[in-house]
């Protein structure tokens, strides 16, 4: 069974600094991907990033990058010169490619930036 | 209008009543989820679909029944609610096969409260 573990269950950041979001999982597939979603106030899922897990390069997209260290199975989310918007609730996900395609997600960390 | 569109958005239910989640989708996949979300738990999957004839358990099916009445449309019930079944409930598609992150698709929520 696969696992998604993130220990952080509320940071505080200043604006305009780089936040570090943990999560480590656990799967003993070798095929799988990983991705973190941002979930404001209103609800919704909105995705930011993906690294497959034979993907050679850390992920980036825009301030977001993806920390994958395959060895200890940790996909830390990496958000730099953060803003006021930033603040919401963030999940780290896996995706396990034998498995059926669903997503098992972590508990989330909420993320608070102060002005 | 939106890719994946749950009806209704906000539903207050009685314990013993039964009640449906909509979900239908303009997106064109055959994959299709039910996820519900609680404080500190994450995302946990319901059921989900792989195509009309195929639906299967996820890790809290107890309690729930889905319908997958076409391709685009994947409907949840609770048969008799009960309040530990309120919650942020999310549909969310996916493509079958390819590369990268299989176009995960998520629904804006039904938050359901049941008194």
């Known amino acids: 069974a696969q696992k998604i573990t993130q220990t952080q269950p509320g940071m505080f950041v200043q604006e305009k600094e780089a936040v570090t979001l943990d999560c480590t999982y656990d799967?003993?597939?070798?095929?799988?991907?990983l991705f973190w979603y941002k979930q404001p106030s209103s609800g919704e899922m909105i995705f930011l990033i993906y690294?497959?897990?034979?993907?050679?390069q850390n992920a980036t997209e825009g301030r977001y990058s993806l920390n994958f260290q395959k060895a200890r199975k940790s996909a830390n989310l990496v958000i730099s010169a953060s803003q006021l918007g930033d603040s919401a609730m963030y999940f780290c996900?896996?995706?396990?490619?034998?498995?059926?395609?669903?997503?098992?997600f972590g508990g989330g960390t909420r993320l608070m930036v102060k002005p | 209008d939106a890719d994946v569109t749950q009806t209704p958005r906000n539903r207050i239910t009685k314990t013993g009543k039964r009640i449906m989640l909509e979900c239908s989708q303009t997106k064109g996949h055959d994959r299709m989820y039910w996820y519900r979300q609680d404080p500190g738990l994450g995302l946990r999957l319901i059921y989900y679909?792989?195509?009309?004839?195929?639906?299967n358990k996820g890790e809290i099916s107890d309690g729930y029944s889905v319908s997958r009445q076409a391709q685009a449309k994947f409907s949840l019930s609770l048969e008799s609610a009960i309040p530990n079944q309120t919650a942020l409930y999310f549909c969310?598609?996916?493509?079958?096969?390819?590369?990268?992150?299989?176009?995960?698709?998520f629904g804006s929520g039904t938050r359901l409260t049941v008194v």
């Open positions: 799967t003993s597939d070798q095929s799988y991907g």
């Open positions: 690294q497959g897990s034979y993907d050679e």
């Open positions: 969310a598609t996916s493509e079958a096969e390819g590369t990268g992150n299989y176009g995960y698709t």
């Open positions: 996900a896996m995706r396990v490619n034998n498995a059926g395609n669903m997503l098992t």
């Open positions: 679909s792989f195509d009309v004839k195929d639906i």
